[in-house]
C-alpha cells in the first residue's frame, strides 16, 4: 500500500482508462474496439510509453479476460450448427494449408525449426470472436456463409489448438505418433465429456435448482456456480492440454438454453465481466508486444506472414467451400472470413513466447499479422462484397451442397 | 502455465468453488451469505486445510472485490439521506465510544499502544453492507431507525477511515495536530470534491455521452468508464491517506441517478462483477486469518472485545439516537444495527497487519470479533425487537427530533 503505483486499485484504473483510450481511438479509425484496444496497449506498453508492464496481476486479470470472453461466445453457438460436414472440410483444410504456408515462410526466412512450427500453428487459428462482430455489424449473421464461417471457426479452434498441443509436444522434443494419439484423444474426450456433462447434466441441474428455495434466497448462486464451471473447464481444458480457453468456450455452449427465472442471467452477467475483463485482456496483448523488436527482417517477415495467412485462408477455406457447394462469392467470403487470426493466434503466440519457444521478434510479427487480417477483412467485406446485392447459390438457393442436390434431382 | 496449480484459471475456479461452499453453509446455519463465505475461508485457509495460501493474485482479486462492493452499496445511498444532524451525532459518539472501549481493553490485556490504538480504531467501524442486508431481509428498510442507522453508518465509516488514517500515523511516530489537521482536511476535500465532480460533471456527461452515435456503436463504454471511475476514485483516496472503499462508495453515490437508455445499466452490470469478485473478498478474509494464532489469552481477549465491541455501540449511538427523538426501543434497535463491524474491521485489521502493526493473534480476535457482532445483530434483531409490533415514536410519530418539534408547537 506504501507505493501506490503497486496497488491493484492503480493497475486496474490505469488498465480501463488505456481501455478507454482504446474505445476512443477505435471509433476516430472506424473500426472495432479489439483494435483500438490493441493499438492503446502497444502505445502504452514498452513499444512507446513504457506505462504499463506486463506484471503477474495484469497477466493473471488478462488470463480471467480470454475465458470470461470464449465463455460468453459459447453462448452463441448451438452443438447442432457446429457439427455439420461441410464444416468440418472448411475447417480442417483450412487449418492445414495455413500451417503449411506459416511453417514454409518462417524456414524461409531462416528461423529454426521449434519457431518454424509455432508460425505455422499461429497461421491455423480463426477468431469466432471477430469474424461473428464483424458480420453481426454488416446484419449477415443469418446466411449461410456465416453459418458456414462460424461452425468451420469453432471447428478451427479446435483443430488449432490440438495443433498447439501437437507442435509443443514436437517442439519439447516429446513428440511420437503414440504421444499425438493420446493428445488427441485425450482432447476429443474432454470436448465430448465435458460438452455432454454441461448440456445434460449441469444446465437441467442448474434449471431444477433455479426453482427451489434456496436460489429465492440467494438469487446470485447461479451465476456464481456458472462463472466457478467456466474456470473449472477452463482449468481441464489445460489439465489434457488444450488451451484454457476451449474449456471456457464449452461451459458457455452448454449453457447457452439454460433459462432462469429466480436467478439472474448467466449471459447477461458473462457480457458485464466480459467488457471490464477482456478490454484489458486485449489491452494486454498490447502491452506485451514490444515493438523495438521489429528489425527489419521482422518487419519484411511480418508484411510477408500477413499476405500468406490470408491467401492460405481464402484458398484452403474457399476451396472446400465452393465444393461443398456455395457460389464462388460465398466461397471467397467464407475464405476472408476465416482470415482474422484475432485473439486465438495471439494466445498460441504468447504461449510460445511465455515458454521462450519463440522471441519477441516472431511474437510481435504474429501478433501484428493477428491485428492486420483482423483489419483488412471488415475492409474487404464492405468495400467489395456486400457492396452490391447478396449472390443467390448456384445450386438454386438452398444451403445444401451439391452431391445432396443432385441426389433429390 | 507447467504447474497447473499456479495458474489464474485453477485459482479463480478454486476461489469460486469455495464460494459456492459459503453459500451452502449460509444456508444451512441460516445466516447472510457473508458468513457462510467467511467460515468456508477459515476451513480452506491455513487454519484447518491449507489449501488456498494468500498469494498476490487472491489478494489482487480481493482488493478488487472490496472496491467492487463499496461501489455497489453507494448506489443505495442518497447525499441528503445521509447528511442530517442525528446521523452526524449518531456517528460520532458511536465512533468515540468504541474507540475508547477497545484502546481501553488492549491496554488492560496488556498489548503494546500501537496495536491497542488498532484495537480502537477497528472497533470504530460500521458495516454499511451487512446492517442494509439484515434491515432488507427483514422488510425494515424504509423505517426511520433504519433510515438512521444507514446514513449514520455512512458517515460513521468516513469517520471510522478517518481514525484509521489518524491512527496510522500516531503509530508510524508521525503523529502532530497540524498532521492530523492536513489529514482531516485532505480527507474532507477528497469526499467534497470527489462527490461534487461526480454527481455534478460526471453524472451529467454519461447522460449526455448515453445519447451519441459514439455510445450507440460501443453500448458497453459507459459501464467501462464508470467502472474506470470506481478505481481511480478508489486510488485517490488512497492517496490522500482514506481507504480505497469510500472511495469506490462515492463513486458509486455519483452514480446513484444515472439513467441511462443507450448503454448497459451501471448498477446492473457493478452488481454483477460484485457477485463473483465480493465473495473472493469475503473467502479472502477468512483465508488470511490463521486460527492457530489463537492462544487461550487470544481467545479470552476476543471473547472480551466482542462484548465490548457491542455494548460501546449500543450504548454510544443508542443514546444519540434517543435524544435525537427516537424511543427507546427504537434506539435499541439503532444501537445493534450498528454493532455489526463487518468488512470495514476486517480491512482495518487487514491493513494493521499488512503493515506489520499488529500480529496475528489480534488479526484473527479483530476478524472474528467482526464475524460475532455481525452474526449477533441479526438473532436479536429477529428474536426480540421485531417480534411484536413496531413502536411509535415518543414525539407522535414523526422522525424529527424533539427540539425541531418543540420548536413547532
Redesign the interface.
Known sequence: ?DN?FA???????LL??V??GG?LV??RINQS?VIGLILVGLFVGPSVLGLITYT??V???A??GA?ILLFVIGFEFNMKDIIQPRNFAIALVGVIVPWLGGWYLAVLFGFDSASAIFVGTACTATSIAITANVLKELGKLQTDAAKAIIGAAVIDDVLALLALAISTDIVGGSFSYLGVAIVTAKAIGFIVIAAAFGLLVVSRFLVRLDTTP?VK??P??I???A??LA??Y??CA??VGLS?IVGAFIAGVSFKDVELHQS?SLK??A???Q??FA?IFFVSLGIIADLHAVTPEIFLFLVALTIVAILTKVIGCGIPAKMGGLCTKDALIVGFGMAPRGEVAMIIAL?GL??GIIGQGIYVAIVMMSLLTTIITPIVYRNWFYRGEYCKYEGGGTSMPDSSQEKVA
Not at 7 to 13: L, N
Open positions: 500500500m501506490l496497488t491493484p486499485e492503480f493497475q486496474m484504473s480501463l482508462f481501455a478507454i474505445y477505435a471509433s474496439a503477474d496481476f497477466s493473471g486479470l488470463h480471467l475465458v434456496f434466497k440467494y446470485e448462486f451465476f456464481l456456480f462463472m466457478m474456470f473449472f477452463a482449468m489445460e489439465a484454457a439472474h447477461e452477467g457480457e458485464y465481466l467488457i471490464i478490454s504461449i511465455e515458454r
